[in-house]
Nanobody, 117 residues
Framework: QVQLVESGGGLVQVGGSLRLSCAAS????????MGWYRQAPGKQRELVAT???????NYADSVKGRFTISRDNAKNTVYLQMNNLNPEDTAVYYC???????????WGQGTQVTVSS
């Protein structure tokens, strides 16, 4: 079994920064893509950013230039540095990762990020 455990969420004021971490543990052979998604109240879960094992990244337009995703393959950990936060960034942030072989996809339990004005 594999677990993804997020940390780093919390309450921050507009313009502030937070760094989320997500560590994978358990029976891991290899991890392919890792990513962050978020879900605000009353809205669907949406992509925030993804990063391939080789380091190529993809961002939602709403976070480009403010958020940076990175990973440490040796630690099986993915990070999300969030700068210049605004109230629209308030959501539960979920970590997601593709494991293989065989192919499996897992979600973390989520961590709350609240941006107050």
């Amino acid at each position: 079994q594999v677990q993804l455990v997020e940390s780093g969420g919390g309450l921050v004021q507009v313009g502030g920064s937070l760094r989320l971490s997500c560590a994978a543990s358990g029976r891991i052979s290899a991890i392919d893509a890792m990513g962050w998604y978020r879900q605000a109240p009353g809205k669907q879960r949406e992509l925030v950013a993804t990063i391939a094992r080789g380091g190529s990244t993809n961002y939602a337009d709403s976070v480009k230039g403010r958020f940076t995703i990175s990973r440490d393959n040796a630690k099986n950990t993915v990070y999300l540095q969030m700068n210049n936060l605004n109230p629209e960034d308030t959501a539960v942030y979920y970590c997601n990762a593709d494991f293989w072989p065989p192919y499996r996809n897992y979600w973390g339990q989520g961590t709350q990020v609240t941006v107050s004005s």
